[in-house]
Nanobody, 122 residues
Framework: QLQASGGGLVQAGGSLRLSCAAS????????MGWFRQTPGQEREFVAA????????YYAESVKGRFTISRDNAANTVYLQMNSLKSEDTAVYYC?????????????????WGQGTQVTVSS
């Protein structure tokens, strides 16, 4: 089970850090990702990280502003979001996928958290 938290309301240019806590003893076996979704739109890839943390992937729209990381001892993955823009407003979801699947594809993930709302005011 995945539990996302850390969303909220922030002004443009501000920062937020999202957390995703995983239950179970197999967290370190999974690659993890963050996606986001706005009403009427498809879920969009944001960032992903390999099981070891050694590889990270980002959508072009967030490169240089967002950083994904993980702490396997704490069963938690993070998304540090800096220089936030109004277009970053969305519900953010964390997800887990077995290794070897493409990190940016929604269907590669088989476990999803409940989502946390991020609202950036301009």
């Amino acid at each position: 089970q995945l539990q996302a938290s850390g969303g909220g309301l922030v002004q443009a240019g501000g920062s937020l850090r999202l957390s995703c806590a995983a239950s179970g003893r197999t967290f370190s076996n999974y690659d993890m990702g963050w996606f986001r979704q706005t009403p009427g739109q498809e879920r969009e890839f944001v960032a992903a990280i390999s099981w070891s943390g050694g590889s990270t992937y980002y959508a072009e729209s967030v490169k240089g502003r967002f950083t994904i990381s993980r702490d396997n001892a704490a069963n938690t993955v993070y998304l540090q979001m800096n220089s936030l823009k109004s277009e970053d407003t969305a519900v953010y979801y964390c997800a887990a996928r077995p290794g070897g699947r493409r990190p940016s594809i929604v269907t590669a993930y088989d476990r999803w958290g409940q989502g946390t709302q991020v609202t950036v005011s301009s």
